[in-house]
Structures are given as C-alpha cells and as structure tokens.
DNA sequence: CTGGTTTTGAGAACTGATTATCATTACTAA
DNA sequence: TTAGTAATGATAATCAGTTCTCAAAACCAG
C-alpha cells in the first residue's frame, strides 16, 4: 500500500481502513481486504509489522532504516523516530544474547500539544 | 502475590498459574482467582501491567526501581534488566513531549542459549 | 458481449485473553 | 458447632482483533 509509505509512522488495519475511507463515503472498502493486503505484504517482505501496544499491531514499510517509535497517549497514533540509542549493551546481562531492540517513547505528540 | 516478588521479571497470568500450579497436582488454583488477585493488587497500587507483546500483559511489583526488560524469543519469558540508556531526549522530535519511555531487549535468555 | 478466473465486501466465525456467574468451600465471630 | 459472610474454582460469557466464507462485482482474453 502505497498509503503507509506516506505515513508518519505506522499504522493498524483500523487505521488504514479509516484513512482509506476517509473523503469517499461512497466506495466502501472492507476490513477484510485490508487484513488480505496487509498480510501479502508482509508475506512478499514489503511490509513489517510491528507491535508498540497489546491488540494493535502495526504495519511499516519493510525498507526503512533503523528507527524507533513514538506512540501518542492521546491521539495513539504512532510516529517514526530518527537514529537510537548508544548504550543499549550496557544493559543486558552476562550470558543473554541480544538479537534485536525497541524503543518506545511515550507522550503528547505536537499536534495533541497544541490541541490541548 | 508474594510469587511475584521473587521472579526474575514481570509474569503473565497464565505463566503465575502454572508457576502455582507445579508440584500441586491435586491442589488445582483457578485462573479467575489469578486475574482477581492482579486486578486487586494493581488497583491498590503493589503491582504494574506491563505490556511487552501483544496479547500478553504481565505484572510486577509496583515498587521495582525504573528498568527496562529482556523478551526470550525462545522461550517468551520476560527478564528485568537494570538501568537505562542515556540519549532518549535525543530521538524525541521537535514539539513533541515525552512522558515516559521503554527499552525492550530481545534474543536468547541463559537458559535457552545453554539449551539450544 | 461472453465464459471463466480473480478480487472484493459484508458478515459470520474464530481466537486468545479477560471477566462474570454461581454454586461450593473456607473463614469468622459468637 | 453454627449461621453468616467472603473467597474460590469451573465454566460460560464477553471482547477486540483477525480470519473465513461466499455470493456479487470486477477483470480479462477471445
């Protein structure tokens, strides 16, 4: 979907339908493709899906660099963050083995700052 | 539930009821009774939810000092890990605030590294 | 057009986690 | 003990997200 690469960040299958539908209360759209299309992605690699709340996985562009997320405690939306952290070494402990990180910031992203 | 003080990182209701439940065949424990106690212990403040993956939430003492946690992806136990990373502020865009922040490390635990 | 294949939308069905129900059991105080 | 109250376990019910079903619509080559 042509859609998420021009997010902000990604989005859920709610999301999506929601977006997709907006401005054309006419043509309606069904979950059910959504879910189809969405899965194909990720089946083809060029979508990932990633999970930053319990019930509400998210789908991104599989060809994006490195990132992290910020989720909006207002509006939930999810936004895509620049680089990472330096230190994340520091924190495992003797004998794991770290494959993969996440950050997740919290918070009031700008427009729900300004709205309130 | 004093269970919960002595593990190793936070647990799912489902994990607490086998943890519970071993080396008590007869004694059976309900799994109502382990969301009531959860509910209970959160709603009077000496637990936390913590939501690591989707469909799995798992509580902890609410008194732990500020750390992150390790996901095994093999044998999906959460680990507490000490500390945290220092450059958050510096992923944060403009006009965004943060209110607060996770780091959750995955790959292999000790145990399944030895194992496998 | 026309027959045949593919995609779609609406809604039913499913899934796993959580909550509610209710009869039974455990506990408390007199 | 004993009556009354609170806690427990088994299971049904609920819930949100996701997948399945299938007839209708769209597409396509001839």
Same mark, same amino acid.
């Given at each position: 979907?042509?859609?998420?690469?021009?997010?902000?960040?990604?989005?859920?299958?709610?999301?999506?339908?929601?977006?997709?539908?907006?401005?054309?209360?006419?043509?309606?759209?069904?979950?059910?493709?959504?879910?189809?299309?969405?899965?194909?992605?990720?089946?083809?690699?060029?979508?990932?899906?990633?999970?930053?709340?319990?019930?509400?996985?998210?789908? %991104?562009?599989?060809?994006? *660099?490195?990132?992290? $997320?910020?989720? +909006?405690?207002? =509006?939930? @939306? &999810?936004?895509?963050?620049?680089?990472?952290?330096?230190?994340?070494?520091?924190?495992?402990?003797?004998?794991? %083995?770290?494959?993969?990180? *996440?950050?997740?910031? $919290?918070?009031? +992203?700008?427009? =729900?700052? @300004? &709205?309130?």
């Amino acid at each position: 979907m042509a859609a998420l690469a021009s997010a902000q960040g990604p989005m859920s299958a709610t999301e999506l339908l929601a977006k997709l539908s907006e401005g054309k209360p006419d043509s309606a759209i069904g979950i059910a493709t959504i879910y189809r299309s969405l899965k194909l992605g990720v089946e083809e690699g060029r979508l990932v899906a990633v999970e930053l709340e319990s019930g509400a996985v998210r789908y %991104e562009p599989a060809d994006l *660099e490195h990132h992290h $997320h910020f989720l +909006c405690v207002e =509006c939930s @939306r &999810a936004f895509d963050l620049k680089g990472c952290v330096s230190d994340l070494e520091d924190l495992l402990p003797a004998g794991f %083995e770290m494959t993969s990180h *996440e950050v997740l910031l $919290h918070g009031k +992203c700008q427009d =729900c700052r @300004r &709205a309130g």
